[in-house]
């Protein structure tokens, strides 16, 4: 799996959109970018994920450049409850049982 | 909607010792993957099953094993306990159709003594 890179902390005021970063360069065609987050010590949580074109949930947005090189998560409306480590994750799948690798992520502090 | 479910959320052992963890599938899921995750560090992958057989390893010690039974649910065996096995443990499961996304339990948070 292509590897990411990214910044280790990020702050927010609450109410703010959160626009978080993330490179994925070396992206192979059949590669999905996954967005997780986890809050202190709690399961990771999935968030999103795409493949090329920009997609978007409850939860979130995904944009991913045409080069496919980059990707940005974006939280809307942050608040207090959004502060979490988040992961951007690059997978195969081409099969039912890609596994999810974790690189450090983003510390992500949305303040008052 | 039901979640993953992990049993026991905390379990207290002593070097040396066995233990084993469960893991209970979202319904319908047939893939179950464990994580391991140190104090301060990031999730690690260890094994995963589909449809009850291993479909992936990863940095699982040999003292570790794991099952995944036909109603699904999964087991984590982990034998000869030291202390560098404390750490928070996670499951996840998915459908096995390809571009379906990992859903975490809660864990189980191990202390070895």
């Known amino acids: 799996d292509a590897k990411t890179t990214q910044p280790p902390s990020m702050d927010c005021a609450e109410g703010r959109a959160a626009n978080l970063p993330c490179n994925h360069s070396?992206?192979?065609?059949?590669?999905?970018v996954y967005w997780y987050r986890q809050i202190h010590s709690q399961g990771p949580q999935y968030i999103i994920h795409?493949?090329?074109n920009n997609e978007t949930n409850e939860m979130a947005s995904l944009i991913i450049t045409e080069d496919r090189k980059s990707s940005t998560l974006i939280l809307p409306h942050a608040t207090l409850r959004d502060t979490a480590v988040y992961y951007c994750i690059v997978k195969f799948d081409g099969s039912g049982y890609s596994t999810l690798t974790f690189g450090k992520g983003t510390m992500l502090l949305v303040s008052p | 909607a039901a979640g993953v479910i992990q049993s026991p959320r905390h379990l207290i052992k002593e070097k040396r010792e066995t233990a084993t963890l469960k893991c209970y599938p979202i319904p319908r899921h047939d893939t179950v993957y464990w994580y391991q995750q140190g104090p301060g560090q990031d999730p690690q992958f260890l094994i995963s099953f589909y449809e009850k057989m291993q479909s992936d390893k990863g940095s699982i010690p040999d003292r570790f094993s794991a099952q995944q039974f036909s109603d699904y649910h999964s087991e984590l065996n982990m034998s000869s306990l030291e202390l560098g096995d404390s750490a928070l443990y996670f499951c996840?499961?998915?459908?096995?159709?390809?571009?379906?996304?990992?859903?975490f339990g809660d864990g189980t948070r191990l202390s070895i003594l």
């Open positions: 795409g493949l090329k």
């Open positions: 070396t992206i192979s065609g059949n590669e999905y």
């Open positions: 996840a499961s998915s459908l096995g159709a390809s571009n379906q996304p990992q859903h």
